[in-house]
């Protein structure tokens, strides 16, 4: 492991005077912190955060600077009726702000960090986007298991130095946590019915709520690799990632708009082996449901589905609602959604299995795209869209999802 050499780095930059600032922005270099570096000239009122974010999608997160800190709020999406979360990200070398007020039960972070664990799939990609992954010294086992059979996490975990396991996020190994000596702990705030960030908090770990799945929309769901860069001080490389997904997404369902509004269309899975025992359908309000709204198709799973993760259908009641579907996007990877129709003959009762018509997740990279479609939206509403209407993507394959050949 690299910890010691991570380490000595570390107090190496404490110790040197301020340097220019890497990242892009109006003001005067010199008078502004080392992207790697810490302040050594404080001055009360200045301003050490130039480049600052602007949240344009997010319903769940915002951000406030105020000259040597700044303050993010997340909804505390494992307890509707609690107040938001909230982090105070502090410039290294300016003083911690007081916690006082509204600011009393915050989780105060020095940054840009550089010590972080992160059981968060969606935020190790955002991590990755940034090119932090040498701040990554503890995951997930789950994360490490997938870098057992993944390129994309294999090169996470070597260039994260070889991250130690830290249990997982049902059953997180606090000792290893405590003794890694985190700034941060990325996690995934799954929504209510989940306990997972709440029980890392109270166990007095350094919780950070990554709801980015729980979005209402798919931008919104991308713009969270700005609230992931602010922990790192890269709000303007965060935003420049952002706006090249949205400009992406827009020309995708501008593409789209209006030549598929007569196709009625599910989003599900039926694999047993990942939870789903018969047909599990997402309705109007996950972020997926709100993918097929923009493109102006029918959901056959909306009606009575208003959960932000969809619900589990018994056959009767799938059968009943999705009968008259054409096409199916099918959250499994292709080859365990090909086991589960020939396992269960009931589901050639639906046209899209019977026909063929359905785009299933791709087998050979799918742990790495389950990471980061809900970041690269662009790269999944055009899978989608090339599985909806071919003919206007001529010669192209999908990259996460494709047609089940």
Not at 43 to 71: M, Q
Request: aromatic share 10%; net charge negative; glycine share 10%.
């Amino acid at each position: 492991m690299k910890r010691p050499f991570r380490r000595v780095c570390a107090l190496l930059a404490l110790s040197l005077p301020l340097a220019g600032c890497q990242a892009s922005g109006e003001g005067n270099q010199d008078e502004r912190p080392a992207a790697e570096g810490c302040v050594t000239d404080y001055e009360e009122g200045r301003d050490y955060f130039p480049d600052k974010a602007t949240v344009e999608e997010s319903d769940l997160w915002d951000i406030t600077y105020h000259g040597s800190y700044k303050t993010i709020t997340v909804n505390d999406s494992e307890n509707a009726d609690a107040d938001p979360l909230t982090y105070v990200l502090y410039q290294c070398g300016t003083p911690e702000p007081q916690a006082a007020g509204n600011l009393a039960d915050a989780l105060f972070v020095q940054v840009p960090v550089s010590n972080v664990s992160v059981t968060s799939f969606n935020a190790l990609a955002m991590v990755d986007r940034l090119g932090a992954n040498g701040s990554v010294t503890g995951l997930s086992g789950e994360l490490l298991g997938w870098a057992e059979d993944d390129a994309w996490y294999a090169r996470v975990a070597e260039e994260a130095g070889g991250p130690m396991p830290i249990g997982e996020y049902t059953d997180l190994d606090r000792e290893a946590v405590l003794g890694l000596g985190n700034e941060v702990l990325l996690m995934s705030g799954f929504g209510p019915g989940f306990d997972d960030v709440s029980n890392a908090r109270a166990a007095g770990l350094p919780a950070v709520s990554v709801s980015n799945r729980l979005e209402s929309h798919a931008l919104a769901s991308a713009e969270w690799i700005k609230m992931i860069g602010a922990f790192y001080n890269q709000e303007a490389p965060a935003t420049a990632e952002f706006d090249r997904i949205r400009t992406g997404y827009d020309e995708v369902v501008s593409t789209v708009s209006g030549q598929v509004d007569d196709r009625r269309v599910g989003y599900l899975c039926v694999a047993p082996v990942r939870g789903c025992e018969f047909v599990w359908g997402h309705g109007e309000q996950t972020l997926n449901g709100r993918l097929l709204d923009a493109f102006g198709v029918t959901n056959v799973f909306a009606e009575r589905n208003d959960g932000a993760n969809g619900r589990a259908y018994d056959y009767e009641e799938a059968v009943g609602t999705a009968a008259d579907a054409d096409f199916f996007i099918v959250y499994d990877p292709v080859g365990l959604a090909r086991e589960a129709l020939e396992a269960d003959p009931r589901l050639d009762g639906f046209r899209p299995f019977a026909e063929g018509a359905f785009i299933a997740g791709v087998d050979e990279n799918f742990d790495e795209c389950r990471a980061k479609t809900y970041l690269d939206v662009d790269v999944l509403v055009r899978d989608y869209a090339i599985g909806l209407a071919p003919g206007l993507f001529p010669g192209e394959e999908g990259t996460c999802f494709r047609r089940a050949a």
